[in-house]
C-alpha cells in the first residue's frame, strides 16, 4: 500500500474516500474526515517537513495554490516524490482528482467522482446572471478575482461575481467601492476567513447576502457532487 502525506484539505478527503489507509500524514485543516488515523503535520502554508519525512512517504500531493513552493523544494531535496495540482475550473478538479488518486494507488474511478462528474453535467439552464462581488477576507477586504477555481464553481451556477477581470486573483478592494459596486449579491463563505451571519453582512447594508459553505465552494472532492445543490439553494433562497 501506498504512504500519502496530503497537504491538501480537499484532497485529502478525496484519498480518505477513495483509498482508506493511505493516508500517513495530514495537514491540521484537514477536517473531512475528522479522524483519518493519520499523523498531523502542520498547516499548509507551514507544514513541519522534517515530521513529513520521517513519515517515510511514498508520495506527498500538494497544490500549487496552497502550499508553498520552498517548502515542496525542502521535500523533494529530501528525496521526497511531490505531485503539485493545479486546479482553477471544474473540468480541471476532475482531471487533478483522477491523477491524484491513481498516483495514490486508486485501481477503478471512486464512484463519489462518477457522481460529481454528473452533478456538474447536469446543470439546470441558469437564469439571467446575478452579478455578485465574494469576499474571502476581510481586515484587509479581500474578494475573489481572475482565474479561481471558486469564481468557475459560481459562474456555473449563473453567477458572475464582479472582479473576475481584475489583475490579481485576490485583489484588496476597499469595503467602500465593494458596497458602491451595487452587485445583486454578496457571496460570504465561511472559509478561509470564516463569515457568520453576525460577521460579515453587517458592512454590506441594504445589500442580500449569502452564507455559504466554503467547503462547497472551493473544495474539490467528494463535495463537488453535493455543491450545485447546497450553494444553489443558498444562492437562490438569499436572491428572492
Not at 485583489?171 to 459596486?181: G, H, Q
Not at 451595487?182 to 476567513?193: F, G, K, Q, T, W
Not at 463569515?195 to 452564507?211: K, M, N, Q, S, V
Request: overall charge negative; charged content about 20%.
Amino acid at each position: 500500500m501506498v504512504r500519502v502525506v496530503s497537504l491538501v484539505p480537499s484532497l485529502t478527503e478525496a484519498v480518505a474516500a477513495t483509498l482508506p489507509g493511505v493516508l500517513a500524514g495530514v495537514t491540521d485543516w484537514c477536517t473531512h474526515p475528522a479522524d483519518t488515523g493519520a499523523v498531523r503535520i502542520g498547516g499548509t502554508k507551514n507544514p513541519a517537513v522534517d515530521r513529513i519525512v520521517a513519515l517515510a512517504p511514498d508520495l506527498v500531493i500538494a497544490n500549487e495554490e496552497e502550499n508553498r513552493a520552498p517548502d515542496l523544494d525542502a521535500l523533494r531535496t529530501a528525496g521526497v516524490e511531490v505531485l503539485v495540482t493545479e486546479v482553477r475550473t471544474v473540468p480541471q478538479a476532475f482531471r487533478e482528482l483522477d491523477r491524484v488518486l491513481t498516483a495514490c494507488g486508486a485501481q477503478a474511478r471512486p464512484g463519489w467522482l462518477d457522481e460529481a462528474e454528473a452533478a456538474w453535467a447536469d446543470l439546470p439552464e441558469a437564469p439571467a446572471p446575478t452579478t455578485a462581488v465574494v469576499p474571502v477576507w476581510r481586515r484587509p477586504w479581500m474578494v475573489l478575482g481572475r482565474d479561481t477555481f471558486a469564481g468557475d464553481v459560481l459562474a456555473r451556477l449563473g453567477v458572475r461575481h464582479l472582479y473576475a477581470g481584475h489583475p490579481d486573483r485576490y485583489p484588496r478592494v476597499p469595503l467602500a467601492e465593494l458596497v458602491a459596486a451595487a452587485p445583486d449579491l454578496v457571496v460570504l463563505p465561511d472559509e478561509p476567513y470564516r463569515f457568520t451571519a453576525g460577521d460579515g453582512p453587517e458592512a454590506f447594508p441594504g445589500l442580500p447576502c449569502a452564507l455559504v459553505s466554503g467547503r462547497h465552494l472551493t473544495w474539490y472532492g467528494p463535495s463537488l457532487a453535493e455543491a450545485p445543490r447546497v450553494l444553489g439553494g443558498a444562492l437562490r433562497a438569499a436572491h428572492r
